[in-house]
């Protein structure tokens, strides 16, 4: 995997156009605002997204992770070998050594805590498309992190 496994904070920004909205993964840059692109995704304006792959390379050659849905409201999560990796809806997320629940609060701040910590928050920051992604717990891979931060961002299509 070109994309690094674990990152404490990232940013995930949607782009949409007329036809297709690019979501791009984005390393923490200089005084904490979005740096260089991790990974870059594509889906149709407009219509239900229920999977979507991450590449590392603009042209689509080189997966990342992958995210699918289950069954309405829950998602699994691949590597870039379509292996799974965990698995994640609203109120649960789960992945190896990790089981966390899931809270979303009135302000839309959307929190997974295990039986003693935090291990996940993800805050909209702007109304430009932008999420700010905090991991907490290490054993939380950025792929699964990413896969719940971006199934929020095409959710509000």
């Known amino acids: 995997m070109s994309a690094p496994r674990y990152l404490p904070a990232f940013y995930v920004r949607e782009v949409a156009a007329d036809k297709l909205a690019r979501i791009e993964l984005r390393e923490t840059g200089p005084a904490g605002r979005p740096g260089p692109v ?3 995704a594509e889906h149709e304006v407009g219509t239900a997204v229920t999977a979507l792959t991450f590449f590392a390379d603009v042209d689509g050659a ?4 992958s995210w699918r ?3 309405p409201g ?3 999560v691949f590597d870039e070998r379509d292996e799974a990796i965990g ?3 609203a109120d649960h997320l789960s992945a190896p050594y990790l089981e966390a629940v899931g809270t979303t609060g009135p302000d839309g701040r959307v929190e997974y805590h295990d039986a003693r910590d935090p291990v996940l928050t993800v805050e909209q920051r702007s109304s430009a498309g932008v999420r700010e992604v905090r991991v907490t ?3 939380l891979a ?3 992190a990413a896969a719940v931060a ?3 961002a095409t959710r509000s299509h």
Do not use: N, W
């Open 38 to 40: 991790i990974a870059r």
């Open 62 to 65: 080189v997966p990342v992770f």
């Open 69 to 71: 849905m289950r069954e």
């Open 74 to 76: 829950a998602f699994d």
């Open 87 to 89: 698995y994640f809806r």
């Open 137 to 139: 717990d290490r054993r």
């Open 142 to 144: 950025l792929r699964l």
């Open 150 to 152: 971006t199934e929020l």
